[in-house]
């Protein structure tokens, strides 16, 4: 009755964990460019009692064999890359990429982190930032007399100065894909990192490379399905009840068994 018990813990555990990563998604339902994961679990080790294909006394052969698992562990968060839904805002300096391209933002250390949010800002010197304040790779910088923004679906950004009827390039917009990008590392405020589970980026113009092309105007939401959602927020809820009542029943088997009198 021991073992039952420590194996409906185990899966109480990954439940739990599994109510955890649900919530998160929840939580993010509208945090732009946010991807949903998945939690994903793997059976622990099995004690056998009996290998199938043991010969018996008699000659014959086991057809099958007796083993008892020892629960379940969780072993992966697998980020889903779907794109979701594109919102309209009007504002120039929004911009929704539409394909597998992550934008390219500078951390304060220096290094290179990526991002699928396009919520740009611009800041006093005319810098193009995140909404942490963190510059936009390669470096764009707006005149301050521009009276306008154009970011094309190429990525190539025009502006229009104060008195001038011609358009003037300002920056190139470049974005990067990796092979395997559940590999990438989240650190928070939208920032994804590259790992050695990721692959070395490929780095091109939005339209080449495979890389998606550039919408203005437009942010992506959240891909996470609140339906879908409290769909499995039901079903863990139901397999915690399920492994929590297993130990109950365990208990209640190991008191019989501590209560028999000779």
Request: charged fraction near 20%.
């Amino acid at each position: 009755m021991i073992k039952a018990m420590r194996t409906a813990a185990t899966g109480m555990v990954a439940q739990q964990m599994n109510v955890d990563n649900i919530a998160n998604n929840l939580a993010n339902v509208n945090t732009t460019g946010f991807k949903k994961s998945k939690i994903e679990f793997q059976d622990i080790l099995y004690q056998k009692y009996r290998k199938a294909g043991t010969a018996t006394a008699v000659g014959s052969i086991v057809p099958n064999e007796l083993s008892i698992g020892y629960g379940t562990r969780a072993v992966a968060t697998n980020r889903m890359f779907t794109i979701g839904n594109l919102q309209l805002t009007g504002n120039p300096l929004d911009i929704a990429i539409a394909g597998d391209g992550f934008l390219q933002i500078q951390h304060p250390d220096g290094s290179t982190v990526y991002s699928r949010d396009g919520a740009l800002k611009i800041t006093g010197d005319g810098s193009v930032v995140t909404s942490e304040g963190y510059k936009l790779l390669p470096e764009i910088t707006i005149p301050e007399d521009a009276t306008s923004v154009s970011i094309g679906s190429d990525g190539a950004v025009q502006v229009l100065q104060y008195g001038s009827d011609t358009p003037t390039d300002v920056g190139q917009i470049e974005l990067a894909r990796f092979i395997n990008p559940s590999g990438l590392e989240a650190i928070g405020r939208n920032l994804l990192v590259q790992t050695g589970a990721s692959g070395d980026p490929i780095i091109d113009i939005p339209s080449q490379s495979g890389l998606g092309t550039i919408d203005q105007g437009y942010l992506e939401m959240s891909n996470v399905d609140v339906v879908d959602e409290m769909v499995n927020m039901i079903v863990a809820q139901r397999a915690y009840e399920m492994n929590s009542k297993a130990i109950t029943t365990a208990d209640d088997m190991s008191q019989i068994a501590n209560n028999l009198k000779r």
